[in-house]
């Protein structure tokens, strides 16, 4: 009778212990189960966010490009500009004191004053070559203007362009009321800033900007 007893608590414990070991084992597999969607979920979104980010980034550099319209080539037509002002003092022998923008082969159109006398050099699009020269009689405003100048219009230009970020356009010497100064024409499209040409008047004397309109 015991020996029964004993068979059948021992098949008791046996089947306990092998519900028990079998419900680990599920709770170990599902377990394992949260772990592998967790780390599913967190790869998948680490995926996403660096995705993400490369978007963003390429969207930044495309906003960059769009809003630099010159970048260099903004630069360059001042610097070009201010070439091709050199080249023309140096062919005439005289002091400019007046440039117009570009015409439709790229050409500079650079006045330079030379005694009593005007003459028009054609600088190449880079500034560094005289295409042509024509004389003329000087004005005698810009006669006047010239000799009560200490500010060049080099210094001009870079002044200008410098205070308002933009472009040259082209520039001048203008006479107002018995005062003298020079006018200045800055394009700010390069900047992204739209069709926005700028007059800026400069002192022919103290360089000091007088009026931006």
Do not use: H, K, P
């Not at 089947?15 to 394992?32: F, H, I, K, P, R």
Request: with cysteine.
């Amino acid at each position: 009778m015991r020996t029964t007893t004993n068979r059948t608590l021992t098949a008791a414990l046996a089947l306990t212990l092998s519900l028990s070991l079998a419900a680990c084992g599920s709770a170990d597999q599902e377990g394992a189960g949260v772990t592998t969607e967790q780390t599913t979920s967190a790869e998948t979104t680490s995926a996403e966010t660096t995705s993400d980010d490369a978007e963003t980034s390429s969207d930044d550099a495309d906003d960059t490009s769009g809003t630099t319209t010159t970048g260099a080539g903004g630069e360059d037509l001042t610097a070009t500009a201010l070439a091709a002002i050199a080249t023309a003092e140096a062919e005439a022998g005289g002091t400019a004191y007046e440039i117009d923008d570009q015409d439709d082969d790229g050409t500079w159109e650079v006045d330079v004053a030379v005694d009593d006398r005007s003459v028009e050099v054609t600088v190449s699009a880079d500034g560094s070559t005289v295409a042509e020269t024509e004389d003329d009689d000087l004005d005698e405003d810009d006669r006047a203007a010239l000799d009560a100048a200490t500010i060049t219009l080099v210094d001009a230009i870079t002044t200008a362009v410098t205070e308002v970020d933009g472009v040259l356009d082209d520039a001048e010497l203008e006479e107002e009321d018995g005062s003298f100064f020079w006018e200045v024409s800055v394009d700010r499209t390069s900047n992204g800033a739209g069709d926005d040409d700028v007059e800026v008047r400069v002192d022919v004397t103290t360089g000091d900007v007088v009026e931006v309109d």
